[in-house]
């Protein structure tokens, strides 16, 4: 991601919210450093000027002066409706705060019609492609309506990069529909119907299939399951964010995956770390966001 | 666990249903030529009787007939019953139909207060130790009293493996509890109390964390958090199945993850293989329903 934003030859604009952890300023000066990036520190200023790393890219800072946390967010958010900054990103900030000013209904960045939730994009050696799931982080049990617009968002990003027609695999524990016990399966089969009458642009959306179904041709083959994914999924929608949460941190623990998140349906890419993330992730991020923006 | 099993000298009884497949015939067969179990064959038998790998161990096999997969289910039930056989393993036959002749209220197994449930230990390449879960296959979503009885499950076989004092994570998206989104998580407070009342024997039990926190020290550093699960757990107790079943696929899929699965709850142990598990997760589970019966 970080060489396609080299290429392009823009520095996006972001502003950073109280950036007083080190990995929050080490992956800010990086991605200043690689030339498509500039920053406008909100927020903790004193504390962010002494940090070494953002010293040495001084030149593409500018630093903003808040009385506390809440006030911080609040410029951040304004910023992006003047439209002088084209991204967010959280630095050690309560998430509640950041999400509580992007979500005021006068002054905050979530347009009507759209809905709040969260996508990931992850590299995982054992995957032959880049893997985009959603949710990770924002809505707990999703509605039919907020899935729609998951799918929306993460096969608009998939296109994004180069993608002509994701395979977008809606996963379950299982490929039987059971409205019984698993009501969101049901719904499965409309937004299915949806996705082949065009709403969300060239696409191939299918499920109720599972992880190993969805990203590995041969366990579908042994289930004698016939899916037009494949076996080759480019994303994932996650049935609740229990299971998207664990499949985020148990490829990053167990299976040496990298990974890049932002919040969607706001009207900038918001970048929102939570506090296990590594220089590299906030830095992934970083490019993620400058990608889509 | 087999290594362990060779050098205890016991020969276990495996009622086997319908195992048509060869993944089945082979690890029963790599089971028996270990010296650790014999098997009887149900259902099925004109085929079983062909299969390459079992003919070469045939003298710790016998075969039954059975008109249709139910009947053959119901004769492994009734063989537990009158103590004939040690375990339950299933072939290649629907799950539901082996699920009903255990919960059968007359003939089945499933003794009164007990809950079905399922539980996996897994080797995984970048874990310290061995790790237990519960449940990748049974409940969809447990009760408060279903709850209770996988912590009592899942300490009980740390126990039974040796370890003294299980550290056992309740596992959530966060750690902080939330009784309007997460109700489950209110309901792990008073789990944790019962622990310590000593409701499972000498154990830990802590929750809610997130797997980063339950399974690196460093993670839990990192966020702050003080628990007593201390980045080290032993066992992980999943909010819901689809929490669950997730990561049992992506260890497998992902991280190299080597798998043994039973479900608990039942008068004896009963192997329920998945059609996508390959050999090795058989003959693993195969030698755990041995040691913990």
Redesign the interface.
């Known amino acids: 991601m970080a060489s396609q934003l080299a290429q392009k030859g823009v520095r996006k604009r972001t502003a950073v919210i109280c950036a007083t952890d080190e990995s929050t300023q080490q992956s800010v000066a990086m991605a200043i450093q690689q030339g498509w990036m500039e920053a406008v520190m909100i927020g903790c200023t004193d504390q962010v000027k002494q940090s070494q790393p953002l010293m040495a890219c001084s030149q593409h800072l500018s630093f903003i002066e808040a009385a506390n946390d809440q006030e911080a967010a609040e410029k951040a958010v304004a910023m992006v409706k003047e439209g002088t900054v084209d991204i967010i990103m959280k630095g050690l900030i309560s998430t509640d705060v950041v999400i509580r000013a992007i979500l005021d209904k006068e002054k905050g960045i979530l347009p009507a019609g759209n809905v709040l939730t969260h996508v990931t994009a992850a590299s ?1 050696p ?2 032959h492609k880049l893997l985009f799931f959603t949710d ?2 924002v809505i ?2 999703p509605t039919q309506e907020q899935r729609f617009m998951q799918i929306k968002y993460i096969t608009r990003l998939c296109h994004q990069f180069g993608i002509t027609q994701p395979k977008v695999a809606l ?3 299982s490929e039987k529909v059971n409205a019984k ?2 009501p969101f399966t049901a719904g499965y089969a409309s937004l299915i119907e949806q996705a082949k009458a065009g709403a969300f642009g060239p696409c191939i959306v299918d499920g109720p299939l ?4 969805s ?2 041709l041969h ?1 579908m083959q ?3 399951i016939d899916s037009p994914i494949q076996g080759s999924a480019d994303a994932l929608v ?10 985020y ?9 990298e990974t890049a998140c932002m919040l969607q349906g706001t009207q900038c890419p918001v970048v929102l770390p939570s ?2 993330d590594d220089v590299m992730s906030k830095f992934n991020s970083l490019a993620l966001a400058c990608l889509h923006c």
Request: proline share 5%; net charge neutral; with cysteine.
């Open positions: 995982i054992d995957y990770a982080a707990p049990y996963i379950h524990c016990h698993f599972d992880l190993k179904v990203c590995n366990s042994v289930k004698h996650f049935p609740d964010i229990e299971a998207g949460n664990l499949f941190k148990t490829i990053t623990l167990f299976a040496h995956g506090r296990g």
